[in-house]
Structures are given as structure tokens and as C-alpha cells.
């Protein structure tokens, strides 16, 4: 529509109800999702909302054109716990001067950043647009921090750790209407203690002071017309007010990320934007999944139940067994995003369940009509009451049912409810097979397609490259990929071919 409504309806935190979801702009939606702190491997936890906002991702990029979308979901790789983590492991090289605090740091974020990237694609979840790094904007934040100092939203402070600036919350009349929380309940969140300096119990860190066993930048900050020159670290709100601003603009359609994140984290967000920036809101949308329990008590590494992704994935730790990234994926997605979720081998199983039931009725309509399967799986797409579903606020429950419907009809031959939950099952991000393997065709289209290789290399033989470069896209539509060589005896031009999900 002329508003870039779309029927899609999303449930807004801020504003605690369901609302149609009209864009700021139909040609760049945008979205912010908070991403991992890189201290350690990323929990069962950390995947939910990874998962949950791909398939918003998705859908957004149905709905708008993918080039219309832009998706930013930030790596945090400035905290103290990835401090101590550095420390712990690799302190004596630190102590002995082989290595400075910074580029141990560096060696725990990268192998941790390299881990949670591995993870997020074994669940099935497509790359951001962007994925900005904390300390990729460090200057930012101090210019976000200056800013408020200079509309009379900040100050400098002395603790017992340091100096520090602080936001001040009194400041902003209607700070909390995020979490629903009144000023003078406010606590100052889970990273900060309360402090003498402050003037406000909830007054949170912007920049904070660095000693020498901790990383630091240098930051000047003019108070009174008087320079203050501290080397330190920001905060942890401020670094997601950046970002944001940074690759999506200081308004933007949909902030998400986790229930737990709407405070502190969120609302201190909220705030220190809205006032740097001058505006009456940060994000149009804020949306967070459910917790998640293990087993029905809350996941702690006290408790013994805490499981990373990569734990799942490949180690027997839950279950006594591995579990494939697609059965992961699918008992996340098998309960409402807002609501709590208890993560069990029973969800696993149930889910496992489901996903070899689509991977027969595959292999049972490619044993039909392997081309018309493979060109399904390769294009994917969104039809029906399926999409309708997903438009109600993301109802993959709703949707999860059509496409069990869809694949019972398909086992009992029904083409056209195989090919829909082929379709729909790929566009959801399930792999219903590898994703790029070699595979045996049947033999009467085996011969058919080499008939179109050999025609390919006649043309090719001729130059004639546009009836060339016709047979080559035909056949990638069809989700065949072929490759050129040449052979290595005789020196002439092969052509060889895989199949393509």
C-alpha cells in the first residue's frame, strides 16, 4: 500500500499492544536486534532471539524486496567479563610481557565471535546487512556522551573506581515508559552498583575510567569550558545507541532483541538516544522474545543445566546425543515467540520429528519430480495461510500447523501440499537436506540434463553467449550450478554439475 503497510501486525513493548506496522520509509525498513557479548560461546539463550528476529528478517525482505531491508545486529566486544575472561586465560603471558591486555582480548573475542558465527548459520539464520562491532565505534560514543553533557543530560562524577559520566535520569521526564516503571523505582540496572557520586540511584554509566589492567581509549569531554581527559571504556547502553545511529539513523522502524534486555539495557537506550538526538522516539517498534527455561528450572551453570549452542550441536551434553541445527531452529520456533519456553529433550524430539516427516515427503516428491523439487527448494517462498499466519505478530505456531497438514497430504501424495511445505519450509530457513551437495539424479533426467550441457558447449564452441548464458540460468532456476574446466590430458573445455538446495 501508498504507506508501506503491508498487513503485517507486530506487538510494540513501548506502546503494549498489537499494531499495524507502517515504516518509516517502505524503501529502507530497518531493524536492530542486540547480538552477543563475545566473552564466552553463545548459549541456548542467545539463540532465540537470533532465530526469532531471522524470520522477521525474512518475512521484512518478502514483503519489502530484499534490497529494501536493512538489518543490523551488533557484536559487543567491550565488557568487563571479556576483560576477565582474557585475564584468566592468559594472564601469565600478560604478567610475562609476551602479550599485551588488548591483544588478549582481541584473541578471546575473535575466537568467540568466530564460534557464535558458526553457530547462528548452523540454526539456519541468514547474515545481518551489517554487523557492527563496539569497539568499530568507539568515537561515537564519545560524541553521543558529549552531546548529553552539553543538553544538560550528563555529568561527571568521581567514584571509588574512577571518574565517570553519568546519564542523569531525573533529567528526562518520561524516562521509563519503556519498562513501565516509575523514576523513583528504579534501580540502576545489573552492571552498575549504586554509588555515593551519583545524583540519582539510576543513573547509569556512559564512559567510565579505565585502570592499567583494563582496555582503555582516550576521550576529552568539555564540562564548564573546562576539559576533562579520561581514558576509559563506554558504558554498556550507549554502545547500541551508536551503532543504531550509525547504520540505521537516529530513527528507525523495529528495535528487538531479548525479554531481560527491556531494563536496563533497552530503556537506558531509549533514553540517552532520545535525548542526545532530540527526538520522541528511537525506534517506532520495540519487540522482545520470552525467557527460556532448561528442563523447567532456569538456565545457570550453578544449576547445571547451562548448554551453549555449539554443546547442541556437537557434543552429547543434552540428551545424550548430538541434535542437527534444523531441529534446534524448530523447537524454538514451536512456541510463540512472546511467550516463556521451556527448552527439553521432548521439544527436541517432537521437533526432530516433524523435520524428518518434511524430509520424506522431500524424498518422496523427488522420487516423483526431482527437477520441480529442486527449483521448489531452491526459490522458496510465502503463500497463503501460512503467510497470513506470520503476518499476526509472527504466529509460527499457527504456520507450523498448515505445513504438518501440508505434510501429512504429501506423504499421501498430494503434490500440491508437498510443494507448499517445500516452499515454505525453505523460505523458514529449514534445510531439508545439505545445502550444497553432490547428488545422484534419476536417470531420465540425468540424461536430459546432459543433452542441455552438451548443447551449452556447441553454443560455446560457436560464441554464440547469449544461448550459452540462457541454458546456464535455466538450469541454476532449477537449482543446478554447473562448473566450467578443462581437461586435464587434452586441454579442452568439461563441464561438471551440482545439485543446489
Known amino acids: ?79 568487563d567479563k571479556i576483560n576477565a575472561r582474557a585475564l584468566r586465560d592468559f594472564g601469565s603471558e600478560i604478567a610475562a610481557g609476551r602479550l599485551s591486555l588488548n591483544d588478549a582480548i582481541a584473541r578471546v573475542t575473535e575466537t568467540t565471535t568466530n564460534q557464535f558465527h558458526a553457530d547462528v548459520k548452523a540454526l539456519g539464520c541468514l547474515e545481518p546487512t551489517h554487523e557492527p562491532r563496539a569497539t568499530g565505534h568507539i568515537d561515537g560514543m564519545v560524541a553521543m556522551a558529549q552531546a548529553l553533557i552539553d543538553k544538560g543530560h550528563a555529568y561527571v562524577a568521581s567514584g571509588p573506581e574512577g571518574r565517570e559520566v553519568l546519564f542523569n535520569v531525573s533529567s528526562m521526564a518520561d524516562y521509563g515508559q519503556l519498562s513501565n516503571r516509575r523514576l523513583e523505582d528504579q534501580q540502576a540496572g545489573a552492571r552498575i552498583e549504586v554509588k555515593d557520586h551519583k545524583k540519582n540511584p539510576g543513573d547509569f554509566v556512559l564512559w567510565k575510567e579505565s585502570t592499567a589492567d583494563q582496555p582503555g581509549w582516550p576521550a576529552r569531554f568539555h564540562v564548564a569550558g573546562q576539559g576533562v581527559d579520561i581514558l576509559g571504556r563506554p558504558g554498556w547502553h550507549i554502545e ?132 520441480a523439487v529442486n527449483q521448489t527448494l531452491h526459490r522458496g517462498g510465502l503463500s497463503g495461510d501460512v503467510l497470513a499466519h506470520l503476518l499476526e505478530d509472527l504466529n509460527f505456531y499457527g504456520a507450523f500447523a498448515l505445513m504438518q497438514s501440508d505434510a501429512k497430504a504429501g506423504l499421501a501424495g498430494d503434490r500440491d501440499a508437498a510443494m507448499r511445505l517445500l516452499m515454505h519450509a525453505v523460505f523458514l530457513g529449514f534445510d531439508l537436506g545439505d545445502a550444497a551437495v553432490e547428488a545422484s539424479v534419476p536417470e531420465i533426467e540425468e540424461i536430459l540434463l546432459r543433452d542441455m550441457v552438451a548443447e551449452r558447449l556447441a553454443f560455446i564452441r560457436e560464441k554464440n553467449w547469449t544461448e550459452a548464458d540462457r541454458i546456464r540460468d535455466e538450469l541454476l532456476e532449477q537449482g543446478i550450478q554447473l562448473k566450467d574446466g578443462k581437461d586435464p590430458e587434452t586441454g579442452e573445455r568439461v563441464t561438471t554439475w551440482e545439485v543446489r538446495r
Not at 264 to 290: D, F, K, Y
Request: proline share 3%; hydrophobic share 40%.
Open 240 to 371: 547500541c545507541s551508536v551503532m543504531s545511529e550509525a547504520l540505521l539513523g537516529q530513527k528507525f522502524d523495529i528495535h528487538g532483541g531479548g525479554i531481560d534486555l527491556i531494563f536496563p539495557h533497552h530503556e537506558n537506550e531509549l533514553a540517552q538516544s532520545r535525548c542526545a538526538h532530540g527526538t520522541e522516539v528511537m525506534a517506532n517498534v520495540w519487540m522482545h522474545n520470552g525467557f527460556l527455561q532448561v528442563e523447567g528450572r532456569k538456565m545457570s551453570k550453578s544449576e547445571g543445566n547451562f548448554v551453549t549452542i555449539h554443546d547442541l550441536l556437537h557434543t552429547e551434553k543434552f540428551g545424550g546425543r548430538k541434535w542437527p541445527g534444523e531441529v534446534l531452529r524448530l523447537a524454538m520456533l514451536m512456541t510463540h515467540y512472546r511467550e516463556p519456553i521451556d527448552f527439553s529433550v521432548r521439544r527436541l524430539e517432537e521437533a526432530e520429528d516433524a523435520w524428518l516427516r518434511w524430509g520424506e515427503v522431500r524424498r518422496k516428491a523427488s522420487e516423483d519430480d526431482w527437477l
Open 1 to 79: 500500500m501508498s504507506d508501506g503497510s503491508t498487513g503485517l501486525r507486530l506487538y510494540n513493548t513501548l506502546t503494549r499492544r498489537k499494531e499495524d506496522f507502517v515504516p518509516l520509509d517502505a524503501d529502507n525498513v530497518r531493524m536492530y536486534v542486540c547480538g552477543p557479548t563475545v566473552y564466552d560461546f553463545a548459549h541456548i539463550g542467545n539463540a532465540r532471539p537470533v532465530i526469532v528476529f531471522d524470520v522477521l528478517y525474512r518475512l521484512l525482505r518478502h514483503l519489502y524486496g530484499a534490497e529494501h531491508v536493512t538489518y543490523a545486529r551488533n557484536i559487543t566486544d567491550v565488557d
